[in-house]
């Protein structure tokens, strides 16, 4: 699940993470009070911000043809105008693809001088089954390109999961990005506030890119969290209740956001073949099959290991809804699941939904013989497969015909 970037920066905010002041807006008049609470404190600039879940907006383009995803502003009343601009307009940026997102919501903040810009990021390494702090002297928008082309330029600190991010290993991080001073305690108490909100609300990445040396009221260097991204581990998310309530389901693609009403795992995909499977692996292998023998598949769709019939006939209601599908392949393997409820999950969703795609269908493993032979009395037009080749290859075919 991911944050925008007003609600990470209140979750950093909680922990000892310097951010600069501000707050969302959802309307023009919204952004102009906030901006006028900003002026009257002395702040010289204000910083319209969009808000969706998608990098690059400050170099992104609204399809009414503004230009960037973030303007710095000098007055309340141009704060309104920005405001009005952008919101319910569509930006598109390189993480959005040529679609874009719709702007439903704002950040307004304080601007700042920015003297240097720097980047801090907290993950999983999951080869050493370790948490890791990331840390560079290249931060901004770019970052991607240091990564691919410069990655001597990212220093990494593993964590110990058992005893947190320890102060030594922050002040050796902030050493690492050459601040000294002032400086590197207050970037000792970002590293370890950084990490601690990745820890406290089972986060899967915490980053602040960029992590801004500013110039402060006292015209001092300062260090303040520019921008930031939370996504959190959907896993842990029923020990967060409170998190739960911070999703925009308007920020989500709707058929994720009804699948995972019915408990079911759904990515779509841009092919034509939508598949069924039960596992993450077996879903895995299914698309792998598919592109084997010249498919695209069209989703990812994981109806786990016990899975009723509702739930079956709630992804076939959702596979119908992609208008891409040319054909659907049921992949199943029964070792929890039974093949037979499987089945009778499939007799129902056809018929409900008056399917007159190509289906294919392999089952195999648990009540394997009882599934079949529901398949067989219902008098549906199934095409059976005998192997994951035999299914993919047959569902291809149909796809293509």
Request: proline share 4%; hydrophobic share 45%; charged share 20%.
């Amino acid at each position: 699940m991911n944050l925008h970037e007003h609600q990470a920066k209140e979750l950093l905010a909680r922990r000892g993470v310097a951010v600069p002041p501000g707050g969302p807006a959802f309307t023009p008049e919204e952004a102009r009070a906030a901006a006028e609470k900003l002026f009257a404190a002395g702040h010289t600039r204000v910083v319209v911000k969009s808000q969706i879940h998608a990098g690059g907006r400050g170099k992104g383009t609204f399809t009414s043809g503004l230009q960037g995803g973030v303007q710095v502003c000098a007055s309340p009343e141009e704060v309104q105008a920005r405001a009005a601009a952008m919101l319910g307009q569509t930006l598109v940026t390189r993480q959005t693809g040529p679609a874009g997102r719709v702007v439903r919501r704002l950040l307004i903040e304080a601007g700042a001088r920015i003297r240097r810009e720097l980047y801090c990021a907290v993950l999983l390494d999951r080869a050493a089954g370790r948490p890791v702090v990331m840390a560079s002297a290249a931060g901004g928008m770019d970052i991607e390109e240091v990564a691919a082309h410069t990655p001597e330029k990212i220093v990494r600190e593993s964590v110990d999961p058992a005893l947190g991010l320890m102060p030594y290993q922050a002040r050796k991080l902030a050493a690492a990005l050459d601040l000294r001073g002032d400086l590197l305690s207050a970037a000792s108490k970002m590293f370890l506030g950084a990490y601690r909100t990745w820890w406290d609300c089972d986060a899967s990445l915490v980053e602040i890119n960029p992590l801004g040396v500013v110039e402060g009221t006292d015209g001092r260097p300062a260090l303040l969290a520019l921008d930031a991204k939370v996504s959190l581990d959907d896993n842990g998310l029923f020990r967060h209740p409170e998190l739960q309530a911070l999703r925009d389901p308007g920020e989500e693609a709707p058929l994720e956001v009804e699948a995972g009403r019915h408990g079911l795992n759904y990515i779509k995909l841009d092919g034509n073949i939508a598949c069924l499977v039960n596992g993450a692996g077996l879903a895995m292998a299914t698309m792998d099959i598919i592109k084997h023998h010249g498919g695209e598949p069209a989703n990812f769709l994981d109806v786990g290991g016990g899975a009723s019939v509702e739930q079956v006939t709630a992804a076939f209601r959702i596979i119908m809804q992609d208008p891409a599908v040319r054909a659907i392949l049921v992949n199943i393997f029964g070792g929890i699941m039974d093949c037979d409820v499987i089945a009778r999950g499939i007799v129902a969703a056809v018929q409900e939904t008056h399917l007159t795609l190509p289906l294919v269908v392999r089952l195999e493993g648990n009540n394997v013989v009882a599934g079949r032979q529901t398949l067989a009395a219902s008098g549906l037009a199934v095409i059976t497969a005998d192997s994951m080749a035999d299914a993919a290859q047959k569902a291809v075919q149909a796809a293509r015909g």
